[in-house]
């Protein structure tokens, strides 16, 4: 089973940048990879999600224009460029990586990572000035 690491969470102003990475313990292959989010108080939220084969990605309403997905197997890493971020976006942001298979990456993200599968340990992301 891959195990997962975030990083590159932390404290920014309002309109800042921040960068997460998802390091996995083997080699990415195939597998798709989502970011989910869940702030307090909130049900976790699926916002972003990229396949392992052909590279399609999705993006929730709420981070779509400001946020992007990308992966590099050769360094079994997916990142999440976050731009303009709001103080709304405040929360622990994990990576997944789900046991079955979705045929597209909507489908994934909307499950709101309610599947089975490895889940990394979350990073804390807050916005505020």
């Known amino acids: 089973q891959v195990q997962l690491v975030e990083s590159g969470g932390g404290l920014v102003q309002p309109g800042g940048s921040l960068r997460l990475s998802c390091a996995a313990s083997?080699?990415?292959?195939?597998?798709?990879i989502g970011w989910f989010r869940q702030a307090p108080g909130k049900e976790r939220e699926g916002i972003s999600c990229?396949?392992?084969?052909?590279?399609?990605?999705y993006y929730s309403d709420s981070v779509k224009g400001r946020f992007t997905i990308s992966r590099d197997n050769a360094k079994n890493t997916v990142f999440l460029q976050m731009n303009n971020l709001k103080p709304e976006d405040t929360a622990v942001y994990y990576c997944a990586a789900p046991a079955n298979f979705f045929a597209t990456m909507q489908a994934m993200c909307i499950t709101d990572g309610k599947f089975t599968g490895s889940w990394g340990q979350g990073t804390q992301v807050t916005v505020s000035s």
């Open positions: 990229i396949s392992g084969t052909d590279g399609s990605t």
């Open positions: 083997i080699p990415l292959g195939y597998y798709a």
